[in-house]
């Protein structure tokens, strides 16, 4: 089965700087990856997405990227600010599954 | 509803006891996903409904865990006999058929005593 492995598990800047979350997966046939943010005491809630047949996409601050031939992907948050503080899960979605990342814990101190 | 809803926020049970999670998914919404995030960890897939069947149960750690859905609605994750591994937050998400957007609700928090 696919198998998404997320790095680093933890992740600390300074409000402003940029800050990059990376992920590979295994299956191939896995064609949509989301990102979610998960903040104290809630459940996960989409960020951003992108589809096989793109390599980037820009939401303002955030962006992902997309390297299908070496089977990675990335979140890109510039000019981060004290509210991203949070858990970011990236995942992967074949055959109605979807595969999530153990998960990095953002922090940006003021 | 406007988002995915769970009950009860929170459980506090006694080990050995029965428990019932309940989720209300976005009204529309005909598949619904159970996910175990146990403390610092990640989404442990448990089960995924499309509309009233079970296509892939292949998450449930063991036979003291099942899940039904009835009317394409709400569902319910039962555990029986609760073990203190048992403890850990169950996440719900629904989406629309077709589709791969999921919608999380906030989660039930268990702790087995």
């Known amino acids: 089965g696919e198998n998404v492995e997320q790095h680093p598990s933890t992740l600390s800047v300074q409000e402003g700087d940029s800050a990059v979350i990376k992920c590979t997966y295994s299956?191939?046939?896995?064609?949509?990856f989301p990102w979610y943010k998960q903040e104290l005491g809630k459940g996960p809630q989409l960020i951003i997405d992108?589809?096989?047949?793109?390599g980037e996409k820009k939401d303002q601050r955030i962006a992902v990227t997309l390297n299908k031939t070496a089977k990675h992907f990335s979140l890109h948050i510039t000019e981060t600010q004290p509210e991203d503080s949070a858990v970011y899960f990236c995942?992967?979605?074949?055959?109605?599954?979807?595969?999530f990342g153990s998960g990095t814990k953002l922090n940006v101190k003021p | 509803g406007a988002g995915v809803s769970q009950s009860p926020s929170n459980k506090v049970t006694e080990k050995g006891k029965d428990v019932e999670l309940r989720c209300d998914p976005i009204s529309g919404h005909t598949a619904l996903y159970w996910y175990r995030q146990s403390l610092g960890q990640g989404l442990e897939f448990l089960i995924y409904f499309q509309g009233n069947s079970a296509p892939d149960k292949s998450g449930l750690p063991s036979d003291r865990f099942s899940a039904e859905r009835t009317g394409g609605s709400v569902s319910t994750l039962t555990i029986q006999r609760t073990q203190q591994e048992d403890s850990a937050v169950y996440l719900c998400a629904s989406s629309l058929a077709g589709a791969n957007v999921l919608t999380f609700g906030a989660g039930s928090r268990l702790t087995v005593l």
């Open positions: 992108i589809r096989s047949n793109v």
């Open positions: 995942a992967s979605w074949d055959f109605n599954k979807f595969y």
């Open positions: 299956d191939s046939a896995s064609n949509y």
